[in-house]
């Protein structure tokens, strides 16, 4: 039943993008860039709902691994997920930190988040808030760790939201960012697919660096062919390999 209901939304929800740029009078690119907004950048409606619910958590779901393990999260950390999307990162991967916090922008997301850690938050050991990446709403040192995935490319202002993630790090505390994905060599930084950014090696580097972050290293994960089904075969055919992973530390 739940397989009918999803599959039904979605196609509730292509029915409705197909109509969107005649029904509105919108240019192909703009309602391209609205339906990227509500499915993947801060997503809301019928869309949203089967982002949310259902896509999002499977197209993440083989990075979180791999970013656990590069945050090598301990007890005693107090961690920010920057873009928390729905908390499954926070829920899978670190139940066994001492305390959490997420942000989003999405209703949607936030909501989601706040049911998956709902007996945490009733403990005080976690907080799930709505909010921008651009303006954290934290006082300056209050973490241990930061992590952003899946999140940062869709950022109109990536430079802001990590001074803010560097702000709100405690000295010696560490960052680990996704940051897109390989780019073949002499590849430009560029902004795609409605604004969506890409960057090359050396510019996602010197965005970490200008930051303000220290020892800032960056390695890839080949991902690809681990996603079962659809989202597979969509990634099979439209990623590129290699997932970047930035890492950075704040200095005592």
């Known amino acids: ?16 993008v197909a109509l969107a740029p005649r029904a509105r009078g919108a240019t192909w690119e703009e309602w391209f860039t609205k339906m990227a907004e509500s499915w993947a950048g801060v997503p809301s409606g019928p869309l949203g709902w089967v982002s949310t619910h259902w896509v999002m958590p499977r197209l993440h779901g083989p990075i979180y691994p791999l970013m656990a393990e590069a945050l090598d999260l301990r007890p005693e950390d107090e961690l920010l ?4 999307g729905s908390g499954v990162f926070l829920t899978r991967h670190a139940a066994h930190v001492g305390y959490v916090a997420g942000l989003d922008l999405s209703d949607l997301q936030i909501d989601l988040a706040r049911g998956r850690l709902a007996e ?7 907080e799930i808030v709505k909010g921008d990446a651009g303006e954290l709403p ?4 209050r973490f241990s760790v930061v992590t952003c995935m899946g999140s940062m490319e869709a950022f109109p202002e990536p430079s802001r939201a990590l001074a803010e993630m560097f702000r709100v790090l405690r000295p010696s505390g560490r960052a680990v960012l996704e940051m897109g994905w390989r780019v073949p060599e002499g ?5 795609a697919f409605g604004g969506m950014w890409i960057w090359n090696e ?15 290293s960056v390695s890839y994960d080949d991902v690809r062919g681990e996603w079962n089904g659809p989202i597979g075969l969509f990634h099979r055919l439209t ?10 530390s ?3």
């Open 250 to 252: 704040k200095a005592l």
């Open 239 to 248: 990623t590129l390999e290699g997932m970047r992973t930035v890492r950075g």
């Open 138 to 141: 934290w006082e300056a040192e």
């Open 81 to 84: 997920e920057v873009a928390c």
């Open 120 to 126: 945490r938050i009733s403990a005080g050991t976690a």
């Open 1 to 16: 039943m739940r397989g009918i209901v999803v599959a039904g939304a979605a196609a509730a929800a292509a029915g409705a």
């Open 202 to 216: 050396a510019d996602a580097r010197r965005l970490v660096e200008d930051a303000g972050f220290d020892d800032v």
């Open 187 to 191: 590849t430009a930084s560029h902004q």
